[in-house]
């Protein structure tokens, strides 16, 4: 199991508890969770956006939901678009391919996350490989949320 440099920092600087699981390699969220044997809905992934002045934010919400670029726009005032997979590879360099770890703050860029994350009790998120998750209760997972409202996102795609 691992977890990369960046993300265990982050949560140590932050005084969060966590636990490390290993499943079997996996090549997405929701393959993840089903050999994880966790209930996808308490998968999160960051979807990354970019606006038209190269502005990126995170978006964070269950890997069984799709961000609504029409409701995240509107709420935001802002015209954000999904990144390209080259440009994400480079921001998360230290991370293997789509192991994103959705925690905006250790990669210092703007985060907005969905409101049905906090209906979870447990949370999991990529460690930075397609073999590692980090849980966090939910309240672990609200304090590294500080600071930003949850909003209604996402919808969901399958159960």
């Not at 490390?20 to 499943?23: G, Q």
């Not at 949370?123 to 980090?134: P, T």
């Not at 930003?148 to 909003?151: A, D, F, K, Q, Y």
């Given at each position: ?6 993300v265990?920092a982050?949560?140590d600087?932050?005084?969060?508890h966590?636990q490390?699981?290993?499943?079997a390699?996996?090549h ?8 994880a044997?966790i209930?996808?809905a308490q998968?999160?992934?960051?979807v990354?956006l970019?606006?038209h002045d190269?502005?990126?934010l995170?978006a964070i919400?269950?890997a069984?939901?799709?961000?609504s ?17 080259a440009?994400i ?7 293997d391919?789509?192991a ?36 966090l209760?939910?309240?672990e ?6 600071g930003?409202?949850?909003?209604h996102?996402?919808?969901r795609?399958?159960?």
């Open positions: 199991m691992s977890i990369v440099n960046k265990s982050y949560l600087k932050n005084h969060i966590y490390l699981l290993e499943h390699p996996s997405n969220s929701v393959s993840s969770a089903i050999t044997k209930p996808v998968l999160v992934k960051g990354m970019e606006d190269g502005k990126k995170m919400l269950p069984t939901h799709k961000v670029l029409i409701s995240l726009n509107e709420k935001l005032n802002r015209q954000f678009h999904l990144m390209k997979e440009e590879f480079e921001l998360f360099a230290d991370c391919h789509g994103v770890p959705p925690l905006a703050e250790a990669y210092h860029m703007e985060k907005v996350y969905d409101v049905c994350l906090m209906q979870q009790p447990y949370l999991y998120l990529e460690a930075g490989d397609h073999k590692s998750l980090i849980k209760t939910r309240d997972f609200g304090q590294l949320m500080h930003v409202e949850p909003l996102i996402s919808h795609v399958f159960h």
